[in-house]
């Protein structure tokens, strides 16, 4: 019989729906619940693509026994992550300083006032590997309740005490500067992997954001060092079994620090992130290497994670159902591995092993059961039997996808595809950037231009944005206005960067993860870090200095600096977990520049320098285009032709140089050190 998550629209909570466990949705109702029955809450906390969820959900969630005394001694809340960052982000804080470490599925026992007093993470069915069973903890936590409630209350009230201490005040640190850069270089070539490229050890999650950061470092200073940990570590994922060397895209992390196993679930925001980091790498470099994943990647979230409604779908799953597995079961990988015979069966023998080892395909096999991830260590994919072998896989079941849209997400995708489309003219790329654009502002987005977290389906779930649906939907406006050369988006991008300045700020710049209206919990999450994505915090920064540079706002420039304190705080001592910040900070030090190119729709010479300007290195420089003195942006304003010919004017840090007309002279403008 369905629980209460059979109406959800989330399809993690669909998951559950059939679950013999009487789950609730987070609301006041289950704590309301909790409180009538005098009994803990269970928290449980994950996402639809998470192979542990799914492995705790199928050996107790959907167990009978252990539903049954869950049922009996628990009010049992099942929460998407995806859906409620905020919740998730405030007990995975609880769950960090009591344990030391974090992850999902997510298992937090909770008082009827929500007051966090027990923590874990995946419980195994019986004892195992020194961890504790389910059942036990459900045992233990039942009988503390019942015979020391007075002890569970009390720490129950110290843990929320020390959450609701912890405030960040990194504003009023004063912007970042050369010091802090360069110290956040070196501390980053400390622990660069100069064997394998990435930063760290096993797991190795695809550095996005400090990738950026390096690229524009080099852009501005000439660093080669910077350059070279970008390029080395782009290589280094591309070849390895991180990308799918098939079908273009990348999974979550690598489970070793070579990049060989991924954990192979596909996130939108890496994709977008990293599709976004090889068009950048490419414009410094022309890799065709960075060409080709670049525009791969791009053409993966467009055919695999499209939406009917013009949007992108938040992941593919780790899990499907292995072919060659008679009992059926879903198992992780199975889709993308392949064995030896498998691509002799596809291809012929010789072919076949031709392919074994152009991808690093053993007989022992590079993963489990003798299966290998396909891997490129050398040379260029051989287009006949990468067609071939992605036909055949094709017929293979293919891994669930979350069709939910994540704002936030979306917003990384537009950046993405419309900057991929203009570098290597896919005017089909711009087209899906904008349509999920039009889609997050008909749907997302209300006439008050307050934003709803997620939709599915063409219908608008229940959860309010947090800061980095602001933030990163913005910055997907603002990369849309300077492709296409519709100011509409820029105006869009205002109305949200608005809301963060007046519902997200607090004292001295810093910034909250949730709106100042918002559903008020045991601490209101504040986190600057940047992790698998651009924390709200510094995308927001991103985003405004960008919008200041585009409008001369000096609120918005003045909000952007307050913000970047941050960066100056924690830049030379975790760089790798603020990256993006880092990157903002290099555009703060570059001006960021300001191009506006002039001329007539159908002019091949105005198109020629807008393409200039699009490509210009200069960190975090923005481009308006559109006709002599135009109103679709406030940089067209008293831009003239220059002796009848369209021209690029150039200012930063409130100079302008004299405008130019060809396209060397632009370069020449947009060089960093000039």
Not at 254 to 264: A, T
Not at 450 to 478: C, I, M, P, Q
Request: glycine share 10%; hydrophobic share 40%; aromatic share 8%.
């Amino acid at each position: 019989m369905p629980n209460r998550l059979v109406g959800e629209t989330s399809p993690y909570l669909l998951q559950h729906a059939d679950n013999p466990v009487d789950w609730w949705p987070w609301s006041p109702e289950a704590f309301a619940e909790a409180r009538q029955r005098a009994v803990p809450v269970l928290l449980s906390v994950g996402y639809s693509s998470c192979h542990w969820c799914h492995v705790m959900a199928h050996e107790s969630f959907e167990d009978d026994a252990t539903a049954a005394y869950l049922n009996e001694h628990f009010v049992a809340v099942k929460v998407d992550r995806e859906e409620r960052p905020d919740v998730d982000a405030v007990y995975m804080e609880a769950v960090q300083a009591a344990t030391g470490q974090g992850g999902w599925p997510m298992t937090v026992f909770l008082t009827p006032d929500a007051e966090p007093f027990y923590f874990g993470t995946y419980f195994p069915p019986e004892p195992r590997h020194g961890m504790t069973s389910f059942r036990q903890v459900l045992e233990g936590v039942s009988a503390a309740w019942s015979d020391r409630r007075e002890e569970v209350d009390e720490v129950a009230r110290r843990i929320t005490r020390d959450l609701a201490g912890r405030s960040l005040a990194h504003g009023g640190q004063g912007v970042p500067g050369e010091e802090q850069l360069a110290q956040a270089l070196l501390g980053l070539t400390r622990e660069y992997d100069e064997r394998h490229g990435g930063f760290g050890g096993a797991p190795k999650f695809p550095p996005s954001m400090v990738l950026e950061f390096l690229l524009r470092h080099h852009a501005r200073t000439g660093s080669d060092g910077a350059l070279q940990m970008a390029v080395d570590t782009c290589e280094a994922m591309a070849r390895g079994g991180l990308y799918d060397q098939l079908g273009g895209g990348f999974a979550r992390y690598s489970v070793d620090r070579e990049w060989i196993v991924p954990h192979f679930e596909k996130m939108l925001y890496d994709n977008a992130l990293l599709c976004r980091v090889y068009a950048h790498l490419w414009r410094v470099t022309g890799s065709a290497l960075a060409r080709r994943v670049a525009l791969e990647t791009a053409d993966f979230m467009v055919r695999e994670l499209r939406t009917a409604e013009g949007g992108f779908a938040s992941a593919l799953d780790a899990d499907s159902t292995d072919s060659t597995d008679e009992s059926g079961r879903r198992t992780e990988g199975a889709y993308y591995v392949w064995t030896p015979e498998q691509l002799r069966e596809v291809l012929g023998e010789e072919d076949g092993r031709r392919a074994a080892e152009l991808y690093a395909v053993t007989d022992e096999g590079t993963f489990e059961h003798g299966a290998s991830v396909l891997q490129l260590p050398g040379g260029e994919p051989d287009d006949g039997v990468r067609e071939r072998l992605l036909a055949a896989r094709e017929r293979r079941e293919r891994p669930d996808r979350d069709d939910k849209v994540v704002a936030a997400w979306n917003g990384l995708a537009i950046a993405a595809l419309a900057e991929t489309g203009a570098y290597f003219d896919r005017p089909d790329l711009v087209e899906r950037a904008t349509e999920a654009a039009d889609l997050l502002v008909r749907l997302h987005m209300d006439s008050a231009a307050r934003l709803t977290r997620t939709s599915k389906d063409g219908a608008a779930g229940g959860n309010a944005g947090v800061l980095e649906d602001y933030a990163d939907v913005a910055e997907g406006f603002l990369a849309l206005a300077s492709v296409t050369g519709e100011g509409v988006w820029l105006e869009f991008a205002g109305f949200l960067l608005d809301m963060v300045i007046d519902r997200f700020t607090g004292e001295g710049g810093t910034l909250f993860d949730t709106a100042h209206d918002a559903e008020q919990l045991i601490r209101r999450p504040q986190d600057p870090t940047d992790n698998a994505t651009p924390s709200g915090w510094t995308a927001a920064a991103g985003a405004l200095l960008s919008y200041a540079a585009h409008t001369g706002s000096e609120a918005h420039r003045t909000a952007a600096e307050d913000a970047l304190g941050v960066v100056t705080a924690l830049g030379p001592r975790a760089p790798r977990f603020i990256g993006w910040g880092l990157a903002v900070a290099e555009a703060l030090l570059d001006g960021p520049r300001e191009v506006a190119v002039v001329g007539a729709e159908d002019d091949p010479e105005a198109a020629g320098l807008l393409r200039t300007a699009l490509l210009a290195t200069a960190p975090g420089a923005v481009v308006a285009s559109g006709r002599p003195d135009g109103d679709e942006f406030p940089l067209l304003r008293d831009r003239p032709l220059v002796d009848g010919k369209a021209a690029a004017y150039v200012c930063r840090g409130f100079v302008c140089r004299a405008p130019v007309t060809e396209v060397d002279r632009l370069a020449g403008e947009l060089t960093p050190g000039r």
